[in-house]
């Protein structure tokens, strides 16, 4: 991925671009005040005058803390400022900004809430390495308690910008302002809510530090995958679009013609359904344009294979609707090691991983091409039993260390999707309304992924410009939201992106 302005910088990274700034010539005093003042001036534009008590902690982040005391004393606010540590500890940029506070500064208590009227956090950013404990605990605890709102610098203190987990104490703030680039933190539940708004500030780090970093996390952005975004063709043909072959199950038909449609709206040539003879019917009169194919009498285990024997079929969606009663778990897992086996690109959601929660090795060891894992919770949680939430590790960590074990893209659904490559690269969504948390609206995902995997995007970036486009949709149609909506709504979407495209 090349780095742009939608990459997301994890706390170690960040201060390699601290430093990589100053041996470019930025000198570190200058990047300290420029932070300051940005959140100064954040906080200007945001509150009325007050007093205002600001929380300086040891490192850098209470460096910017005394420049932000030092700047609103100087607009006339009347300013508290509640430090930690020791001056002579400190960086020298943090020392000479420490030395031009006009006021003076007492230790740390929650005694000096009294009065204030707004609190700013630059106890911890980057550099927090530990759980918050002792005083620092005390002080967060009460100001949660006191209800006042927060201001915090680079991240509320205790939360690990990497993971977006709290780590002991977070007093949630109203207003995040960071710096240069966002970090995953900031994005991952339960960060994103903790951060309030976030506002991001230049404060003079060349671009040119990113070359020297690996970043491989990135915010999921149209800049990402628009140049791979596959528009229709002028002198195209239906059969350059790719044609999708879906699996339908017998009792729940409704899931996999979600999933069909969507492949539809989102641009594939061709779609079919491949399903049980005596569903048939239903599946027929209710899909025009997508071709429904019944799997013969008997409904072998085998029977799917016959028709994946037909090469015109370059994309596979199996699971929604697949069903796990009786035999259809094993012709699910059938259809499935089937399709992995000829190497097809293929799109496992729903009853197709949970098929496998027994024996998910036999999964992930039958994955050799090109292949989409969309999880929820519950799904990876049977997959992947040593990664799951209890693990205590996070969200990031989870879908990366999974998508290296089986060698597919891992699309670990919420509100914070995460889409992450067997290659380490991870794409964090952040576009989903809370109404897309409604029943279908899985489906809908599987098939606008099986929609642009078969016009030719790659599994990685087809999984990203599908959950953001999911979101999108999403967000136009807003409450009352429900998963048949979705599709439909797309090609209002689609226009849109074509015209910031051209
Ligand atoms: N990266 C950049 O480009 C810039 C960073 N700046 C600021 O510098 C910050 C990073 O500074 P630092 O690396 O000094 O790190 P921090 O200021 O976040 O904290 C480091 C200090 O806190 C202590 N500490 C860590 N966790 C603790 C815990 N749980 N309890 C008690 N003490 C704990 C450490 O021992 C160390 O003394 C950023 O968050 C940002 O606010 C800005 O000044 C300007 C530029
Ligand atoms: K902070």
Redesign the pocket.
């Known amino acids: 991925m090349t780095p742009n302005q939608h990459a997301l910088l994890t706390p170690q990274q960040?201060?390699q671009?601290?430093q990589a700034?100053v041996v470019a010539g930025v000198p570190a005093f200058r990047?300290?005040a420029a932070?300051g003042n940005a959140v100064a001036e954040a906080i200007r534009a945001r509150w009325s005058k007050r007093p205002v008590l600001v929380m300086a902690?040891?490192?850098?982040?209470?460096?910017?803390g005394f420049v932000i005391a030092e700047q609103l004393r100087q607009h006339g606010w009347p300013v508290t400022l509640a430090f930690m540590g020791q001056i002579d500890r400190m960086?020298e940029e943090a020392q000479a900004h420490a030395k031009a506070w006009q006021g003076e500064w007492q230790s740390l208590s929650p005694m000096q809430l009294e009065g204030a009227e707004l609190v700013v956090d630059a106890l911890?950013?980057?550099?927090?390495?530990?759980?918050?404990?002792g005083v620092?605990y005390e002080m967060l605890e009460a100001v949660v308690q006191s209800g006042l709102p927060v201001c915090a610098?680079?991240v509320p203190s205790g939360l690990d910008g990497t993971t977006g987990q709290a780590?002991g104490m977070v007093a949630k703030a109203e207003l995040t302002v960071t710096?240069?680039r966002k970090k995953p933190g900031h994005l991952i539940w339960p960060g994103r809510f903790l951060c309030g708004d976030l506002l991001l500030c230049d404060?003079g780090?060349p671009e040119s530090v990113l070359k020297g970093l690996a970043i491989n996390i990135m915010e999921n952005q149209v800049d990402l995958w628009r140049q791979d975004y596959p528009w229709p063709q002028q002198n195209g043909h239906k059969f350059h679009r790719g044609h999708v072959l879906i699996y339908g199950g017998q009792w729940i038909t409704g899931a996999s013609r979600l999933s069909a449609r969507a492949s539809q709206r989102v641009g594939a040539g061709l779609v079919s359904l491949a399903v049980p003879e005596i569903s048939w019917p239903i599946y027929a009169a209710s899909m025009l344009s997508v071709m429904v194919k019944p799997l013969g009498k008997n409904q072998s285990e085998q029977a799917f294979h016959q028709v994946l024997n037909d090469s015109r079929f370059n994309v596979v969606v199996i699971g929604p609707g697949a069903g796990l009663d009786g035999k259809d778990k094993d012709r699910v897992k059938q259809a499935v090691l089937g399709t992995l086996k000829c190497g097809r690109a293929c799109v496992l959601d729903a009853d197709a991983l949970t098929a496998f929660s027994e024996q998910p090795e036999v999964l992930f060891s039958a994955i050799h091409g090109p292949c989409v894992l969309t999880p929820h919770e519950g799904e990876f949680a049977r997959l992947f039993p040593h990664l799951s939430e209890p693990s205590g590790k996070d969200k990031l960590s989870r879908a990366k260390q999974a998508a290296h074990e089986t060698g597919a893209v891992v699309l670990l659904k919420g509100a914070d999707t995460i889409i992450a490559s067997p290659d380490g690269r991870a794409i964090i969504n952040t576009n989903a309304p809370a109404e897309l948390a409604t029943g279908g609206a899985g489906d809908v995902l599987a098939g606008f992924i099986a929609g642009l995997l078969a016009q030719g995007m790659t599994p990685f970036y087809a999984a990203a410009a599908a959950a953001w486009l999911h979101g999108e949709v999403a967000n136009e149609i807003g409450v009352g939201l429900i998963a048949e909506d979705l599709a439909d709504a797309l090609p209002n979407v689609l226009q849109r992106l074509k015209a910031y495209q051209d």
Do not use: K, Q
């Open positions: 960040m201060t671009a601290d700034a990047l300290m932070a902690g040891p490192g850098n982040n209470g460096g910017d960086s911890f950013g980057a550099g927090l390495s530990r759980l918050i404990e620092a610098v680079d780590l710096f240069f404060i780090i």
